[in-house]
């Protein structure tokens, strides 16, 4: 199982940023995946989450509206699009596949105000 973050970088808040997730080793489209955050100092947190089918998703109530994850089981990708961002969007984002405890190496973020 390998997933590759890519996407993260520095944006001024309110600006956008689209992370992507590159899976391999393992059948994809069979899994549910997840985006998880680690801020400097504080514990690794969900982000979002999205089904095997991509037909369901779920958000931390602190990116409601301004994220949307969402996956293409053609090209073995999950990607997370981030507007609106703020300074307490600053965190390393990193790719899971929700079964197994499988992880990317994490891609930064960091949103200056």
């Known amino acids: 199982v390998q997933l590759v973050e890519s996407g993260g970088g520095l944006v001024q808040a309110g600006g956008s940023l689209r992370l992507s997730c590159a899976a391999s080793?393992?059948?994809?489209?069979?899994?549910?995946m997840s985006w998880y955050r680690q801020a400097p100092g504080k514990e690794r947190e969900l982000v979002a989450r999205?089904?095997?089918?991509?037909?369901?998703?779920n958000y931390a109530d602190s990116v409601q509206g301004r994220f949307t994850i969402s996956r293409d089981n053609a090209k073995n990708t999950v990607s997370l699009q981030m507007v609106s961002l703020k300074p307490e969007d600053t965190a390393v984002y990193y790719c899971?596949?929700?079964?197994?405890?499988?992880w990317g190496q994490g891609t930064q973020v960091t949103v200056s105000s």
């Open positions: 080793g393992f059948t994809f489209s069979s899994f549910r």
């Open positions: 899971k596949r929700d079964s197994g405890n499988y």
């Open positions: 999205i089904t095997s089918a991509g037909d369901s998703t």
